[in-house]
């Protein structure tokens, strides 16, 4: 079992930045394919962007590419969010989430973080 812990939200102003970290609780996720996802109030848990195990590769939802950049510190067991230039649509819930199937981690992800909540005013 795989306890996923989110840090990093907060709230700031449009155009601004923050850094999420996500890092397990108890034990390596070092061969596990990680990923984010956000809800936004009112609307379906979306994926935004994975990483797999050996940061080999990655993959950007349309929405972010550009701006948020995804990685990961395999001797810090931890994987990191940096979002750029933030929209006031991108407040959401953001859940990190993490599984061995890079493929199933796009869609039914394994384990789940209990997300951080992300505020971005206009």
């Known amino acids: 079992q795989v306890q996923l812990l989110e840090s990093g939200g907060g709230l700031v102003q449009a155009g601004g930045s923050l850094r999420l970290s996500c890092a397990p609780s108890?034990?390596?996720?070092?061969?596990?394919?990680v990923g984010w996802f956000r809800q936004a109030p009112g609307k379906d848990c979306e994926f935004v962007v994975a990483i797999s195990w050996n940061s080999y590769r990655t993959d950007y939802a349309d929405s972010v590419k550009g701006r948020f950049t995804i990685s990961r510190d395999n001797a810090k067991n931890t994987v990191y969010l940096q979002m750029n230039s933030l929209k006031p649509e991108g407040t959401a819930v953001y859940y990190c989430?993490?599984?061995?199937?890079?493929?199933?981690?796009?869609?039914?992800?394994?384990?789940w973080g209990q997300g951080t909540q992300v505020t971005v005013s206009a």
């Open positions: 989430a993490a599984d061995l199937d890079a493929r199933r981690l796009r869609t039914t992800p394994r384990y």
């Open positions: 108890g034990r390596t996720f070092s061969n596990h394919a």
